[in-house]
């Protein structure tokens, strides 16, 4: 989860980690079950040839979307909300770095982040 309305930065930091993640030869099998193959078919290649800069410019956004929930606390919290309604009793989180605003820190950024997830709650003014 990626708590930020920069969506340009999101889909950055998701494509390094999806980049590196679905490497891994259980993650690319599992992918390809999934029916990825054709959407990560350039990014395979891309890490299986050592070029990882391309590697992470050919993970498709429309992947990267699926995979890393983003975008303002509200749409994230909402989307939360649709994984619980799916089914998922217990979703557990791994907050990803956001780019600090004025807060001092990524700790501090984060911290307000957290704050601004959780259930029943509004932003901080000027958090993202």
């Given at each position: ?11 950055w ?23 990825r ?13 050592g ?55 990524v700790?501090?950024a ?19």
């Amino acid at each position: 989860m990626c708590p930020t309305d920069d969506t340009a930065y999101a889909r950055w930091l998701g494509r390094r980690l999806i980049s590196t993640y679905l490497n891994v030869p259980v993650y690319a099998h599992f992918h390809r079950w999934l029916g990825r193959g054709e959407a990560l078919g350039a990014m395979w290649e891309a890490w299986a040839a050592g070029d990882y800069k391309a590697a992470n410019a050919a993970v498709p956004d429309e992947v990267v979307d699926e995979l890393v929930v983003h975008g303002t606390p509200e749409q994230c919290r909402a989307r939360l909300e649709r994984y619980v309604q799916s089914g998922i009793t217990t979703p557990i989180l791994a907050l990803l770095p956001t780019e600090p605003t004025g807060q001092g820190s990524v700790r501090v950024a984060s911290a307000q982040a957290l704050r601004d997830l959780a259930p029943g709650t509004a932003p901080a003014e000027g958090s993202a």
